[in-house]
């Protein structure tokens, strides 16, 4: 392979001065031909003609020697630092808007690219960058009806296509069953869904070769598309999410005694006290003012030689003597 250069395109001679060119391309060429007007000119048909699809062309030839039925599509984000504005007529401004959206990096804050991959066993085919805030939903759909058309002219219409719960909405369902098969996980949002797993008898599931695991299968017809629900029941899963609730039980019990505890602390520093109207109602007295016989005490003021008087409060109005209730 020619590799990658960071190099400017008028010494792009100098480096292909050391590769065979006649084999890698093709006879008659020499590394002279390969200068900057030649390679920009290169440069400016590709982008006419569509870098995507030009690799769609070349990743469908090598689809047919190296990959199997199944196609994964997904979706990742990458964080960028930066400002990264475009101003009206910028030479330098991309098909794609650097924006925030969902970030898969658990960073918020940045703005981001998306990048959707599509992969057939461990050779990627298809790859597009997106804008930060691209739906799934709407892009698997996009991205299906633009390869998968032009992997059906090459390789026929027996692929499958695998998506995860994003791709699952009624629209998709319709718009992509007409022409592809597919495998998607139904987001357990869903009234269906959830009604299928609270019916669901795991002792009655079939048992799979794979140990632990057990399943069963429904017809289903959802956005007026039929289709097969297998829900899979795993033992291992099953133990860790057991596990999960326990602790989670635990805690909330230690926080119920703790709130116990404290209400009861609150209570005993409290006392019932009867005021004027001969209501009684439970309050707290300051330490310094508990002398309920009304009696006078006197007392001197820091640094002064003054003496004052205090009586004894419940709620801040003077009680007389004997109001307080034992």
């Known amino acids: 392979a020619l590799g990658f250069v960071d190099r400017p395109l008028y010494l792009f001679p100098e480096f292909m001065a050391t590769k065979p060119v006649e084999i890698l391309i093709r006879e008659g060429l020499k590394a002279e031909d390969f200068n900057d007007d030649v390679l920009g000119r290169t440069l400016d048909k590709l982008y006419r003609a ?29 964080s960028l630092q930066g400002e990264h504005e475009h101003e009206e007529g910028d030479i330098d401004a991309v098909p794609i808007r650097i924006t925030h959206g969902y970030s898969r990096d658990h960073r918020p804050d940045l703005k981001q690219f998306v990048i959707s991959l599509v992969m057939s066993d461990s050779l990627p085919v298809f790859i597009r960058a997106l804008s930060g805030n691209a739906s799934d939903k709407n892009h698997f759909r996009e991205i299906v009806k633009e390869y998968g058309r032009s992997l059906q002219e090459k390789r026929g219409e027996d692929k499958i296509w695998v998506w995860d719960s994003a791709g699952y909405s009624e629209k998709n369902l319709q718009e992509i069953s007409k022409s592809y098969k597919w495998i998607m996980r139904v987001p357990e949002t869903l009234s269906e869904a959830k009604e299928v797993l609270e019916n669901a008898d795991t002792e009655k599931m079939r048992s799979t070769t794979l140990d632990g695991y057990r399943l069963f299968s429904t017809e289903v017809e959802y956005g007026g598309v039929k289709q097969h629900w297998v829900v899979v029941f795993s033992e291992k899963a099953f133990e860790r999410e057991m596990k999960t609730l326990e602790k ?9 005694r703790g709130m116990a505890s404290l209400q009861s602390a609150v209570l005993q520093r409290g006392r019932r006290t009867e005021d004027c109207t001969g209501e009684r109602k439970a309050v707290e007295v300051p330490r310094d003012k508990r002398n309920c016989d009304g009696d006078e005490e006197e007392g001197r003021k820091r640094g002064t030689g003054e003496t004052r008087k205090r009586r004894a409060y419940t709620d801040g109005i003077p009680r007389k003597s004997g109001a307080c209730g034992g």
């Open 248 to 256: 989670k039980m635990k805690k909330e019990k230690e926080r119920e």
């Open 50 to 78: 569509s870098p995507e699809g030009i690799f769609m062309r070349i990743a469908a030839n090598a689809y047919g020697e190296y990959s199997g039925r199944f196609l994964h599509n997904d979706t990742t984000s990458m």
